[in-house]
């Protein structure tokens, strides 16, 4: 099975020790992005996987694109062009205090001036056989937004199974308003089979009305993920949901397949590092769909996938298929020998 991710590649700088960019004087460098997140997990599982977009023509783009093949992650999709890439500051959370991201220079990287014509998408999709979308790249640019509607188009045409996630970030849309991105969402939607993101995407973002009967969460989800999922016809729609594990953070999974919805039982979540976690849980789900398990087994080991990469420093990840099975089974132990 072959998984092709269209998305942006990102430079990460990060202050070590958990200080804040005043305190320090020398940062961690990485390249990450949400598709190059996922397909590294996937990688990690055993899968063949490429990522499909635009570096700056220079020792950064080069640099960025060693990293994605360390990662496992093929590169030959990847064009060059320009000089810019995107890159952001990320200050991690300690204890009380939340994480804070810091984007610079994202509209003028290579990728977010790329173009149709940057792309040879018939060959993206005869080369895979999932692609996956974010959803970045739909309020990112007009270049990008038309590159992700053509891919799509063309993917959901050639029978290819298509993965979006609504990854909406307000900060890049702040020149149009509420009508225009429900129109963008509406457009892609009816071209994807596996669809990531929470109850605030239907409800804020494409205006799925909550029942008014219904106060629980869960409850108001598998009403309104139905609504979605027979409006578009989207076969699969997966996610997290945040929230208390007695005095810890805690994070449940859920998936709706078609008329079965599943949510896992809530896991304590140790953070060390936030970022990528969700992209962590969208490769569980992929890779649960991709060997046929059951609607049970694929959530609990996407929601271990995601709990676990919170462990860990860096967006893109790393945990390998082994390690995610035992502890959603709960038999990972404190050291492996």
């Given at each position: 099975m072959k998984i092709l991710a269209f998305g942006e590649v990102m430079m990460r700088l990060t202050p070590p020790h958990y200080k804040l960019i005043e305190q320090t004087d020398?940062?961690?460098?990485?390249?990450?992005?949400?598709?190059?997140?996922m397909l590294s997990s996937l990688a990690h599982f055993g899968y063949d996987t490429t990522i499909l977009t635009t570096l700056?023509?220079?020792q950064v783009g080069r640099a960025a694109a060693g990293t994605v093949r360390k990662l496992g992650i093929k590169d030959e999709l990847?064009?060059?062009?320009?000089?810019?890439i995107g890159l952001y500051f990320l200050e991690m959370g300690f204890g009380n205090r939340p994480a804070e991201v810091t984007y610079l220079n994202r509209l003028a990287s290579s990728f977010g001036e790329s173009t149709l014509s940057d792309y040879d998408l018939d060959q993206?999709?005869?080369?895979?056989?999932?692609?996956?979308?974010c959803g970045i790249a739909l309020m990112l640019a007009e270049g990008t937004r038309e590159v992700a509607f053509a891919l799509a188009e063309k993917a959901h045409k050639a029978g290819k199974?298509?993965?979006?996630d609504f990854n909406y970030r307000p900060s890049l849309n702040k020149e149009n308003g509420h009508e225009w991105v429900k129109d963008?969402?509406?457009r892609m939607l009816p071209n994807c089979d596996l669809v990531i993101g929470g109850i605030r995407d239907l409800t804020e973002l494409i205006d799925l009305p909550v029942p008014a009967n219904l106060t629980d969460e869960v409850e108001i989800l598998r009403a309104v993920s139905q609504v979605f999922s027979e409006k578009f016809d989207v076969a699969y729609f997966a996610g997290t949901i945040r929230g208390q594990v007695g005095e810890q953070r805690g994070i449940r999974g859920f998936l709706r397949h078609q008329a079965e919805f599943f949510v896992s039982r809530p896991f304590a979540v140790e953070i060390y590092d936030r970022i990528g976690t969700g992209d962590a849980y969208a490769a569980g789900i992929l890779a649960g769909i991709i060997e046929k398990w059951t609607v049970e087994k694929t959530v609990d080991f996407a929601t271990s996938n995601g709990v676990l990469t919170h462990t860990t420093f860096g967006d893109s990840p790393l945990i390998r298929k082994e390690i995610v099975e035992a502890f959603s089974r709960g038999e990972l132990g404190d050291v492996i020998r």
């Open positions: 020398t940062l961690d460098l990485a390249f990450n992005g949400s598709g190059v997140n700056p023509a220079n990847i064009g060059y062009r320009g000089d810019h993206a999709v005869a080369s895979a056989d999932i692609i996956h979308i199974f298509v993965c979006f963008q969402f509406h």
